[in-house]
């Protein structure tokens, strides 16, 4: 039986943190350390989950503060963590962030906007993410590849895009992964396009690099990971 993905629900942060994490691990967040890293730098990890990307930032030197707007995911870094200090976990919403102007090296938006349901909060994200940026600091997203995901390059993730989906803006869909044990998570998205993100970050005075991550296992891409800068 598939789990569908709610935060909100503690088994399923449960099951999520057992057979997700470990995928992402191998597929993504190693790609994202590397981009973000910078010993000493204050980094912003918002939308982060269990943590797990914030924990490898804070290992290698990063100033970490790490937010969720998931009571969930509060408990579970309560269980794990404790007082950490160093990732800083707090509750928080990225569309109205709890922090002075110009207090971050680095934004980290990791494979938050697919959940976010309207343009306009996907714009009001990123300028939120810009307000708390310093001059010259760095926003990086990451989405899925979806039109690499639609062509069923990558095996088990799979990708189901309802009747009379054609790629446009805020489209609804599903992907999913099954393991070999059976089990199968299904997560509700959102597409934004190249040119939503693209445009958006340009209005906003980043000056943007694209990167596609491969997927070693099947050389595809399986997701695009923006490294944007904001200008001074």
Same mark, same amino acid.
């Given at each position: =039986?598939?789990?569908?993905?709610?935060?909100?629900?503690?088994? %399923?942060?449960?099951?999520?943190?057992?057979?997700?994490?470990?995928?992402?691990?191998?597929?993504?967040?190693?790609?994202? $350390?590397?981009?973000?890293?910078? *010993?000493?730098?204050?980094?912003?990890?918002?939308? /982060?989950?269990?943590? *797990?990307?914030? *924990?490898?930032?804070?290992?290698?030197? /990063?100033? $970490?503060?790490?937010?969720?707007?998931?009571? &969930?995911? &509060?408990?579970?870094?309560?269980?794990?963590?404790?007082?950490?200090?160093?990732?800083?976990?707090?509750?928080?919403?990225?569309?109205?962030?709890? @922090?002075?102007?110009?207090? %971050?090296?680095?934004?980290?938006?990791?494979?938050?906007? !697919?959940? $976010?349901?309207?343009?306009?909060?996907? *714009?009001?994200?990123?300028?939120?993410?810009?307000?708390?940026?310093?001059?010259?600091?760095? !926003? $990086?997203?990451?989405? #899925?590849?979806?039109?690499?995901?639609?062509?069923? !390059?990558?095996?088990?993730?799979?990708?189901?895009?309802?009747?009379?989906?054609?790629? =446009?803006?805020?489209?609804?869909?599903?992907?999913? !992964? &099954?393991?070999?044990?059976?089990?199968?998570?299904?997560?509700?998205?959102?597409?934004?396009?190249?040119?939503?993100?693209?445009?958006?970050?340009?209005?906003?005075? @980043?000056?943007?690099?694209?990167?596609?991550?491969?997927?070693?296992?099947?050389?595809?891409?399986?997701? #695009?990971?923006?490294?944007?800068?904001?200008?001074?």
């Amino acid at each position: =039986m598939a789990r569908v993905s709610t935060y909100d629900n503690p088994e %399923f942060i449960r099951a999520y943190v057992d057979n997700i994490v470990p995928y992402l691990s191998r597929t993504l967040y190693g790609h994202v $350390v590397g981009v973000v890293v910078s *010993e000493g730098s204050r980094v912003l990890d918002a939308g /982060c989950g269990n943590g *797990e990307v914030a *924990e490898s930032l804070a290992s290698k030197g /990063c100033r $970490v503060h790490a937010i969720d707007n998931s009571a &969930q995911w &509060q408990d579970y870094w309560r269980r794990e963590y404790g007082n950490s200090t160093n990732p800083k976990y707090d509750r928080g919403n990225i569309l109205d962030m709890a @922090f002075r102007d110009r207090t %971050f090296d680095t934004v980290l938006l990791n494979m938050v906007l !697919l959940n $976010v349901p309207t343009a306009r909060r996907v *714009e009001e994200s990123i300028a939120e993410s810009r307000r708390v940026l310093k001059p010259n600091g760095r !926003l $990086v997203i990451t989405d #899925l590849d979806l039109p690499s995901l639609a062509r069923g !390059l990558l095996g088990t993730r799979k990708v189901v895009l309802p009747t009379g989906f054609h790629f =446009m803006e805020g489209d609804p869909y599903e992907t999913g !992964l &099954q393991f070999g044990d059976g089990r199968k998570f299904v997560f509700r998205n959102v597409y934004w396009p190249l040119h939503t993100y693209t445009s958006l970050l340009a209005k906003y005075g @980043f000056s943007t690099e694209i990167t596609e991550i491969i997927n070693r296992e099947f050389m595809a891409p399986e997701y #695009l990971l923006f490294e944007a800068r904001k200008d001074t």
